[in-house]
């Protein structure tokens, strides 16, 4: 079984940033976005915004990310994903 990954996270390591200056240019913590990639935190309004500019499909980020959130939840450590 496939672990999901953070969308962001993809989306950040494309960019070359590391989380802080991530952060800086969305205009959040770097705290939030460790949330985000760690499927802890919701996607919110500046992260959004901040996608939109970079052209990113946020509705399937969205998608990607509740996925990630709710495997995350179940999973917490992702432990369940070996047998």
Not at 8 to 19: H, P
Not at 25 to 43: C, D, N, Q, R, T
Not at 45 to 59: H, I, M, Y
């Amino acid at each position: 079984m496939r672990v999901p990954g953070s969308p962001v996270k993809q989306i950040r390591e494309k960019l070359q940033l590391s989380q802080t200056q991530f952060a800086a240019a969305v205009g959040v913590s770097k705290e939030y976005v460790s949330e985000v990639e760690a499927g802890i935190a919701p996607l919110d309004k500046k992260l959004k915004l901040f996608l939109e500019k970079l052209f990113v499909d946020v509705e399937t980020v969205e998608e990607k990310h509740r996925v990630s959130v709710n495997y995350t939840r179940k999973c917490g450590d992702r432990t369940c994903n070996r047998r």
